[in-house]
Nanobody, 118 residues
Framework: ARLVETGGGLVQPGGSLRLSCTGSGSRAIGWFRQAPGKEREAVACINSSDRTSYYADSEMGRFAISRDNARNTVDLQINPVTPEDTAVYYC????????????????RGQGTRVTVSS
């Protein structure tokens, strides 16, 4: 199924943000981001069945990933946001288990832009 990210926009530093990925199905879903002038990086992932979640070391404590299979969505919460979170955020899907590698995912969304600024 096609993946669609929503929830991006302008948010003030110190605020919170919830991004949603619709179309997740029963697949592992990874969230990635690409900041201006930087390479795409993995930030969080959740397995399809046991719901084990993984986070980039630098984001532990601020990011939370969750899934609602009944709504066919996987959410990524960021709290508090900082200007360094400014990026285009993408979700991607693959069978069963998470991967930190973008190319390991077989379906990818178009991204949602997040700008953190006062």
């Amino acid at each position: 199924a096609r993946l669609v990210e929503t929830g991006g926009g302008l948010v003030q530093p110190g605020g919170s943000l919830r991004l949603s990925c619709t179309g997740s199905g029963s697949r592992a879903i990874g969230w990635f981001r690409q900041a201006p002038g930087k390479e795409r990086e993995a930030v969080a992932c959740i397995n399809s069945s046991d719901r084990t979640s993984y986070y980039a070391d630098s984001e532990m404590g601020r990011f939370a990933i969750s899934r609602d299979n009944a709504r066919n969505t996987v959410d990524l919460q960021i709290n508090p946001v900082t200007p360094e979170d400014t990026a285009v955020y993408y979700c991607a899907a693959r069978s069963y288990l998470c991967s930190g590698t973008w190319s390991a995912y077989t379906s990818r969304g178009q991204g949602t832009r997040v700008t953190v600024s006062s």
